[in-house]
């Protein structure tokens, strides 16, 4: 049973409330990153309910549409505005995958820390890595995968930045990514959540 | 899509029936009923009773146990206004079934809907009758309008009921009422409604041909139906077609009729 309300507002695909209550939350002086917290605990529920069968596709879509929602509210309050360049991080979903909600998070927290953020988008072709790679020089590459069918496509994309000799880091991230998965990818980094990721880039680019 | 419950009347027998015996149980029981199968408003109608009494009489035990709003169903302006007098709550929310371009209806019945500003069914037919052919609907509809608007009466409450012909009569009798639901939405920007059932006059296994029908027209934009919310069939058509035809985002209407169990096919 979620306790939290917003997870459970998110769970039950009650739009128009998941918005008062995030609003309502940012007034009460609540960190976004929070809020994101519980809007991705209640995903994570509804991820399951897909899962077992009793929620169908299109309500794993509206649940994506009300995050994209949230987001929108959210947003502004994620970038505070940071000034100046820290330097280049490129940032894509795997492919094969399209979840970009939580890249998307991670990409607006990476920029409002000062990042030069080089989004790739979703189900990005090996090449486009290694392309914006080698023409960035970006120290850290951070790639989001949500799909576990999705993880062979993760070690090829690794290995062929690698194959390139450049001097990069990789920070993979995803609901379901554990230090198994990262080792088996090959990544040097492996985030759960947005906040994780930005500590790793503040670690590298110091 | 609107729905009209069509099962409070006294054409239908056994209602009858009920209606004569002062059954109050039997009638709250329809009327609950079709309120859990997803009417937005109750059709009731006394006709073939003792009409103005059974009419107050009717509207008195329905209203004791649901507050959906009514449509009061008759030709009888003496009708309709007992009704409204008696109606507990916003007058302004009753559906008056109809009016037309029919004279008595004209000078009996348009003025107490203007009165209360009711949304109201207009009938494409004056005193000739029904007209053949949708050209002539559309010019009943033209001139209805008319009417309504030198009242300065709300458009937007107003329910045009292109009046459904028999198939059994003529094949074309389908298609020239799509033809109407598409011309006066495109014309006038009014709404369309309909009895259905019309349409399978004298066929076996009516109920296949009304709901298929009923689909079709709403995919011609129609905006409300009077038909047996307790039908689970119709109902389901109901929910199906509005998911096919973007009505219903996410199909969260459609999965939450799967969950209730209330989908039949
Ligand atoms: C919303 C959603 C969708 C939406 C996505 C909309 C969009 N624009 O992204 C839609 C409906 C499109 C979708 C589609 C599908 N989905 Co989906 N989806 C989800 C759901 C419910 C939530 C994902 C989400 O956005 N969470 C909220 C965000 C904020 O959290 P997050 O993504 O985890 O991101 C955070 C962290 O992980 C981390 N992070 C993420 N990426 C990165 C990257 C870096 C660099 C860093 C540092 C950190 C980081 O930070 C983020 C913020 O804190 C999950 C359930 C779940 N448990 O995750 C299923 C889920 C991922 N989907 C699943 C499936 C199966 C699918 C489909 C295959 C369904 C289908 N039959 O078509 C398709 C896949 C299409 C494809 N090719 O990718 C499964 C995957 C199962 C598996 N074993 O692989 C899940 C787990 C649901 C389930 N339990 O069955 N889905």
Redesign the pocket.
């Known amino acids: 049973m979620l306790t939290d309300t917003l997870a459970k507002a998110i769970l039950d695909l009650e739009e128009e409330q998941v918005i008062v209550l995030v609003k309502e939350r940012l007034a009460k002086g609540d960190s976004p990153?929070d809020i994101?917290?519980s809007?991705?605990k209640g995903?994570?529920e509804?991820?399951?309910l897909?899962?077992t069968g009793e929620f169908f596709?299109s309500e794993?879509?509206m649940?994506?549409e009300i995050?994209?929602d949230a987001m929108e509210v959210l947003e502004p309050h994620l970038i505070d505005s940071v000034s100046g360049n820290k330097g280049n991080i490129v940032?894509g979903?795997v492919k094969?995958?399209?979840?970009?909600?939580?890249?998307n998070?991670?990409v607006m927290l990476l920029k409002g820390a000062g990042y030069n953020v080089i989004d790739l988008g979703?189900?990005v072709p090996i090449e486009n890595f290694v392309e914006a790679a080698k023409e960035s020089k970006a120290p850290l590459i951070?790639?989001?995968?949500?799909?576990?069918?999705?993880q062979e496509a993760m070690k090829k994309t690794i290995d062929a930045i690698r194959a390139e000799g450049l001097n990069t880091k990789v920070?993979?991230?995803?609901?379901?990514?554990d230090e198994l998965v990262r080792e088996y990818v090959g990544a040097d980094y492996f985030?759960?959540?947005?906040?994780?990721?930005l500590r790793?880039a503040k670690q590298i680019f110091s | 899509m609107l729905i009209i419950g069509e099962k409070l009347n006294s054409a239908i027998p056994s209602v009858r029936q009920i209606i004569n015996d002062k059954d109050v149980a039997a009638v709250q029981n329809l009327a609950l009923k079709q309120v859990e199968g997803g009417a937005n408003y109750l059709d009731l109608n006394t006709a073939q009773c003792n009409e103005d009494a059974d009419m107050e009489w009717l509207i008195q035990n329905v209203q004791e146990v649901t507050d959906i709003p009514l449509c009061i169903d008759s030709i009888s302006a003496q009708t309709v206004e007992r009704g409204l007098t008696c109606i507990k709550g916003d007058k302004s929310k009753v559906m008056i079934n109809s009016i037309s371009l029919e004279k008595d209806r004209i000078e009996g019945i348009l003025p107490l809907v203007i009165k209360h500003q009711c949304p109201v069914i207009g009938l494409t037919t004056d005193d000739n009758g029904i007209p053949k052919t949708a050209e002539q609907r559309i010019a009943i509809t033209k001139r209805l309008i008319e009417v309504l608007s030198k009242e300065n009466y709300d458009l937007n409450k107003l329910y045009i009921d292109p009046l459904v012909l028999p198939l059994a009569v003529d094949s074309n009798n389908a298609t020239m009422f799509f033809q109407c639901l598409t011309d006066i939405k495109r014309l006038f920007n009014v709404k369309t409604v309909s009895g259905l059932s019309n349409i399978s006059y004298t066929m076996p296994k009516r109920k296949i041909i009304n709901r298929h029908f009923l689909a079709i027209c709403m995919a011609f934009g129609m905006d409300a139906a009077i038909l047996d919310p307790i039908d689970r069939k119709i109902m389901t058509s109901v929910t199906a077609a509005n998911l096919l035809i973007g009505q219903d985002k996410f199909g969260r209407n459609y999965l939450k009729a799967f969950r209730n169990e209330t989908l039949e096919d």
């Open positions: 990153l994101v917290e809007l991705q995903m994570s509804v991820g399951k897909f899962e596709l794993l879509v649940c994506g995050m994209k940032v979903t094969g995958d399209i979840h970009d909600l939580g890249k998070i991670v979703v189900d951070g790639i989001s995968v949500l799909l576990t069918g999705c920070i993979i991230g995803g609901n379901y990514i985030a759960n959540n947005a906040s994780d990721g790793v």
